[in-house]
């Protein structure tokens, strides 16, 4: 298992500053997931996940990143938020331990 | 069951995907029969996965530079770089009934046809799961499979020669400061038909032996056939308005 931070700093319209998180998360010996996310007072308030995994049907995975929009950015909310999509879904290289892992490492959520 | 066989060279990277995924269009709704494609790319292209940022794992400029294509696919799995190779797409109904229900069985059903084909050739190879199969302990064939329209789409690649330092040129690393060590690793776990065999393999000779492989593998029969005119005119609408399309490339 490999995570690696990459906080950047990016500015919308009026010059207000947001944060935009980065994290690459390996699966052991599995796939790559990745996840971009702007957060908004501990709040998701945008997120991207990309990967090498496979997910059927494939529109899940936007599924999972609209329902994870508001979301509060703590590992349980998360995981609650992710977890019923993977159990209707199936997955290949990855699961809703490994996506929840991969989201909080952008910022080693406890 | 009658099974078509297309053998289909040359074609650009948004026009094979285009016709794959016209042939899916075509199967499902039962206007076309269940079809094994065999083909190439021209120019040489790289394919990512649908769930895949093209940004982060292409190098764009490189492959304008080089002239090489880039597509996104509608199915899961790595980016791939299609050069030296033999790809096919296996094409049928989810409900025929040689279809195994489970994806993971359905992979290795496939996946047969491909093992059956290079032991005709002379190679031992065994499936992988989910969705590789290896000679001697290092890949030789890589696979990915949808299912949409009521169909099994299962594409993927049979290398007939390896470029790692040419592949690398194109694909973008997670982690520039361990690139080289990436790329030794790459070329210790992945294999082609040429370096197994000592001798430069062709295409044609691999198609043969992969017709004859799914053949034996699946126990079934192809009649030989084409794209029909309606197939053809989808292929052309998506490679055109999806495939080649900055909106469909860059969509993650």
Same mark, same amino acid.
């Given at each position: ?8 700093? %990016? ?39 990309? &990967? ?59 | ?45 790289? %394919? ?27 199915? &899961? ?89 040419? #592949? ?29 065999? &000592? ?10 032996? #992969?017709? %004859? ?40």
């Amino acid at each position: 298992m490999n995570t690696k931070n990459r906080p950047e700093i %990016s500015t919308i319209e009026k010059n207000i500053p947001i944060n935009i998180y980065k994290n690459i998360y390996k699966v052991e010996g599995g796939k790559l997931i990745r996840i971009s996310l702007e957060l908004n007072n501990n709040k998701i308030k945008n997120i991207k996940i990309t &990967g090498d995994f496979f997910i059927h049907p494939e529109n899940t995975i936007e599924n999972i990143e609209q329902k994870l929009i508001g979301c509060k950015f703590a590992k349980e909310d998360i995981f609650n938020k992710v977890s019923p999509f993977f159990i209707k879904a199936e997955h290949f290289g990855f699961d809703a331990f490994h996506l929840t892992e991969a989201i909080a490492g952008v910022k080693q959520l406890k | 069951m009658k099974f078509r066989l297309i053998i289909d060279s040359n074609n650009s990277a948004f026009m094979n995907m285009g016709i794959d995924e016209s042939i899916m269009h075509h199967v499902g709704t039962g206007k076309s029969l269940p079809t094994l494609r065999l083909y190439s790319w021209k120019p040489s292209a790289v %394919s990512i996965g649908y769930f895949q940022s093209l940004e982060e794992e292409v190098d764009f400029d490189a492959c304008e530079k080089l002239g090489v294509d880039v597509v996104r696919r509608i199915t &899961g799995g790595g980016a791939v770089f299609h050069d030296k190779e033999l790809t096919y797409s296996f094409i049928i109904s989810q409900s025929a009934e040689i279809m195994p229900k489970q994806i993971l069985d359905c992979y290795k059903k496939i996946c047969r046809g491909i093992i059956e084909g290079l032991a005709i050739i002379g190679l031992k190879a065994t499936f992988v799961p989910l969705n590789d199969i290896v000679c001697d302990g290092k890949k030789i064939s890589g696979n990915a499979q949808t299912r949409r329209e009521g169909c099994v789409l299962q594409h993927g690649t049979i290398l007939l020669d390896v470029d790692v330092d040419k #592949m690398f040129s194109i694909l973008k690393v997670p982690d520039e400061k361990i690139k080289d060590k990436m790329i030794q690793n790459v070329k210790e776990r992945v294999t082609s038909l040429k370096h197994i065999l &000592g001798r430069e393999v062709y295409f044609d000779e691999v198609c043969k032996a #992969m017709i %004859s492989g799914f053949e034996q593998g699946l126990v079934i029969k192809f009649s030989p056939g084409k794209l029909s005119p309606s197939e053809e005119k989808f292929a052309i609408e998506l490679a055109k308005e999806k495939y080649s399309t900055r909106e469909w490339n860059f969509k993650r």
